[in-house]
């Protein structure tokens, strides 16, 4: 087990390097100062805004972040899973349960007021998620600006976002072709140490696992009796992590050591060699976790599809593109 905390921190301290390399690359189109002359009241009118949805509904934290983690998903970061047209990605099965759009209408239309068609609605979810993540207990980042919104959204594209069920092979192939890597994927599936999953997302695995009509051998047996009592109906909901679900800690980590994985594709971060050692080095090590989890996240906000940047715009409502 040591061989295999040293493997991880190794792999973890290669990328930290790596990506902070990348922070000064010249062709870098988004800047930390972007908003400094046309809107710098911004992360003040975004963090007083949010904090006041927090306080009437903490479960908003998570489910923003997923959102953030969707958009980015599709077409870079562009805001395209905010616009709200027949057949857009926000219409798909794999964003059924996405949840916080009314949080980003409010504050789009507040930073509207003071300054106008400056910002971009993907700038502003991005800078949710981090504030999201800090309320949540998590890590703080410098969120870098000048993403622009996109004008395509379309749902079949949603649909290639893993919900849950994936093969490990396809969930690495799906991070690397966003510019993500292993470290990434096991790093910002810890996202799930807080947040509740509705219960049709895992219904196969608790009582039809792969047509087999059992359930998915990997679970905890106790675990599963707690999950089958809980999830007898699709719409129930149930927290990601069993122990400490609203506590931003590696205990999500420690669940997969002890075969408690909500979704499948959780476990199998520890049942992966690939994986694997990365699930055990963040586990012993939360100060790891938290510091890599800031770095994974930067990269996440800066998936950018460079075929549909051009079209870019800065929209006056998140819901749809401008006339
Ligand atoms: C590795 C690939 C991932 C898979 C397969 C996955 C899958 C899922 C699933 C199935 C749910 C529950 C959906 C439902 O309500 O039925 C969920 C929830 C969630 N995911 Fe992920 N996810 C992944 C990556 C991420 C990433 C990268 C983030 C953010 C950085 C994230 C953040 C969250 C959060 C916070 C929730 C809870 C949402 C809420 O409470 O409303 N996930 N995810």
Redesign the pocket.
Known sequence: MERCICYGLMLLMMTVVAVRGNEFEYDDPLTFNHYHGSCPQLEKIIHNKLNHWLKNDS?LA??L??L??HDCSVRGCDASILLNHKGSERTAKAS????GYAVIDDIKAAVEKECPKKVSCADILTSV?RDATVAAGGPFWMVPYGRKDGRVSLAKEAESV???H?RMTD?IE??QSKGLNVLD?VV??G??T?????C???QDRLFNYKGTRKPDPSIDPKYLNFLRRKCRWASE?VN?DAVTPKAFDVQYYKNLQKKMGL?S?DQLLYSDSRTAPLVSAFASQAGVFKHQFAVS?VK?GNIQDYNSDEDGEIRLNCNYVNA
């Open positions: 479960t998570p489910a972040m997923r953030h983690f059924k349960s996405l949840r998620a893993p919900m849950g994936e969930l799906f991070f994927l910002l599936s996202a799930h807080i947040g509740r999953s509705t049709g997302s895992l909901y990601l979704h594709t996240m996440l």
